[in-house]
């Protein structure tokens, strides 16, 4: 009667296959130690056979001696040729990575207009630092008109600046008009009838 891989105990290394894991757990079954050992070795040298990929690269034996542990459940009591890991450190989980999520303002925006935000609060007061004030605000109000028309307002783009900029930089409309941006509407095409052909 065929068996099914699906009726069959789970692979804990699938790469390596069932043939090798069968190896694995018959050499549990063995008592001599020293007779288990050499079963060890054995298996050892057939694995590296089905990846000879893995000797390009450094400790590959190491790496395949880990490997038998892990197949073993690290219940095989064998004199090992190198100091193995232990089952909690397939239990370790890497740290946390610091990520900075921004919502908002600045996330609307991108980090091109955050970019030139920078660069003007850097800069020394005057005509040039106003001139590209006002331009970061210009393209700040043509990406809201693209994404939300609805809330392109001069006003609301002065706020977000100020709020960027911590409050490095600040308009209103008392000192800079903003152009309108007006996002044309998708025309509906008309899709032609077809003509139904009478029979004649």
């Known amino acids: 009667m065929l068996r099914y891989n ?8 699938p790469e ?10 018959h050499c549990l079954t063995i008592d001599d ?9 054995t298996i050892v040298e057939s694995m590296a056979h089905l990846f000879p990929e893995l000797k390009s690269g450094g400790q590959y034996h190491h790496k395949l001696w880990d490997h038998l542990a892990i197949m073993s459940g690290f219940e095989l009591d064998i004199d090992y040729p190198c100091e193995i890991i232990g ?3 397939l239990n370790t989980r890497p740290e946390p990575l610091q990520i900075e999520y ?7 925006y991108g980090h091109r207009i955050e970019d030139m935000i920078d660069m003007a609060i850097g800069m020394e007061p005057g005509e040039e630092r106003d001139a590209l004030s006002k331009f970061i605000a210009a ?5 809201i008109a693209a994404t939300h028309p609805d809330a392109a307002s001069d006003e609301r783009v002065f706020a977000d600046l100020a709020h960027m900029s911590g409050g490095a930089i600040r308009l209103s ?3 800079c008009k903003l152009h ?21």
């Open 180 to 200: 309108e941006y007006i996002v044309p509407t998708p025309v509906a095409t008309k899709k032609k009838k077809k003509k139904n052909k009478s029979l004649t």
């Open 33 to 41: 130690r020293d007779e288990r050992t050499r079963c060890a070795y």
């Open 139 to 143: 393209q700040m109000k043509k990406t």
């Open 16 to 25: 390596y296959g069932r043939v090798i894991q069968d190896m694995v757990d």
């Open 102 to 108: 921004k919502t908002g303002a600045h996330l609307l």
């Open 6 to 13: 699906t009726q069959q105990k789970r692979l804990i290394l």
């Open 87 to 89: 089952s909690s450190a």
């Open 173 to 175: 409309s008392d000192n």
